[in-house]
Every structure is written in structure tokens, then in C-alpha cells.
């Protein structure tokens, strides 16, 4: 999949990540990168987060410069990096975009190694997620209480 904002300002190249009906699918088949809206933390583990990871080294945010570096988070400040780039996403696109997921689904695999503030940033996200699946209510209260 191929997604671009007009005038050549912002691309993205996606790989395996599928419609928002994936949470249908048994769960062998659904992308880790919708894992952060459609499962609670106690259905995830600290292992999910070389998962997620694995699926994010498919991507791209052309934009975003720092992109593989918030992708592998082996540094100090990568969770920083994570979030910024999360931030901005969710400023750029409708929640239910993409990119968001991408941009998400980084700061979750930060969540899954025990980083608190990627724990409450997404719990955050998931908030502002909630307009438009309430279902993610859950799980932003969730994150707040949830120990990797």
C-alpha cells in the first residue's frame, strides 16, 4: 500500500498492514500493528515487542528522519523519538489512519519493554482513539494500570 499527501510533502509505504477488520481474524492472523487498539496489555507480553518491531522494519515514514531509530529503540532517547513522531502523526492524519498505526504501534513495543511513558502516552492515544472505537476506553485506563 502506497499513501501520499499531495504535493509530494508526505509518503509512506506500508507492508502487511491490512483494513481495521483484521481484529475479526484469529489472532495468529492479525497484524502486530494494530496490536495497540485491539488488544488489552495483559494480552500482550514483553516478547510482542520484537513482533512489532519486526513488522515496523517493513515500513517507512519518508517525513520522519529519525524513523529507524524510534523502529528499533536500542538507544537512549529512541521512546522520545517514538512518541514525537506519534504526536505528529495523529496531528497529520485522521486517528484511524496508517501512519497512525505505524507511528502507535512504536511507542507500544516501548510500553512492552516496562517504558512508563510510552505506557501513558498510549494511553492517551488509545483515549483520543476512543471517539471512534469505545472499546480503546478500556484500554487507556488499562495502560495506566499495566506492569511489564
Known amino acids: 500500500m502506497h499513501s501520499a499527501i ?10 502487511n498492514l491490512d483494513s481495521a477488520h483484521l481484529s ?16 488489552r496489555p495483559d494480552q500482550m507480553c514483553r516478547k510482542d515487542s520484537a513482533s512489532i518491531r519486526f513488522a515496523l522494519s517493513g515500513s517507512r515514514l519518508d517525513c520522519e528522519s529519525r524513523w529507524l531509530r524510534a ?26 489512519a496508517p501512519e497512525v498505526d505505524l507511528a502507535v504501534s512504536a511507542t507500544l513495543a516501548n510500553a512492552l519493554l516496562g517504558k512508563s511513558t510510552s505506557a501513558i502516552f498510549l494511553s492517551w ?3 483520543y482513539r476512543a471517539k471512534i ?5 478500556l484500554y487507556s485506563d488499562l495502560w495506566l494500570l499495566a506492569d511489564f
Open 71 to 96: 523502529i528499533l529503540g536500542d538507544g537512549d532517547g529512541d521512546e522520545t523519538v517514538a512518541m514525537h513522531i506519534c504526536l505528529r502523526q495523529i496531528k497529520s492524519h485522521p486517528i484511524d
Open 125 to 127: 492515544v488509545l483515549k
Open 24 to 39: 475479526d481474524r484469529p489472532a495468529d492472523a492479525v497484524s502486530p500493528l494494530i496490536y495497540w487498539r485491539t488488544r
Open 6 to 15: 499531495p504535493n509530494g510533502i508526505f509518503t509512506a509505504t506500508f507492508t
Open 133 to 137: 472505537d469505545p472499546r480503546c476506553a
